[in-house]
């Protein structure tokens, strides 16, 4: 179960065709739905992204914590979700992506979004970098 601002969020996307106000106002967002790693049980989760190519990339910066965030978890159990881009829903595979092409996809994060630099600084984990594939309608 999504946490109220969570759920705000969500319910902000799906009433507005993928827009929402506020502190993501304008900022590309995919609605990712997972598999709970322990529950099982279905969780969605807002999360900004930068298109590549035909991937949506994702970043596991978790607001700059510490410890990865659950959907990270998630995936890294389930590498398959959902998810949701404007009006559309499809089925996403994850790659879990590393090395200079993980540092590249970060740096336009960045770019598109400085505060993922913030994030960046505060934590001594490496911010894990995640590509969703499209794989069904």
């Known amino acids: ?14 009433a507005n065709e993928g827009q929402v106000g506020g ?9 990712l739905t997972t598999k709970g790693a322990k529950s099982g049980r279905q969780t969605t ?5 930068v298109e590549d190519g035909d991937r949506y990339v994702i970043i596991a ?6 410890h ?3 959907w990270y978890h998630n995936l890294r159990a389930t590498p398959e979700g959902m998810a949701e ?7 996403v595979e994850a790659v879990f992506v590393e ?15 400085p505060g993922f630099a913030e994030y960046e600084a ?9 590509a969703l594939l499209r794989t069904a309608a």
């Open 45 to 49: 989760t807002p999360v900004m992204y």
């Open 61 to 66: 910066s978790n607001g700059g914590a510490d």
């Open 85 to 91: 881009v404007g009006t559309e829903t499809f089925e």
């Open 122 to 130: 505060k934590t001594t984990r490496r911010i894990p970098v995640v």
């Open 68 to 70: 990865h965030p659950a």
């Open 99 to 113: 090395g200079e092409e993980r540092d590249r996809l970060y740096a336009r994060m960045v770019a598109q979004a």
């Open 23 to 31: 502190m993501f106002e304008g900022a590309p967002l995919v609605l």
């Open 1 to 14: 179960m999504p946490n109220e601002f969570n759920q705000q969020v969500i319910d902000e996307f799906r």
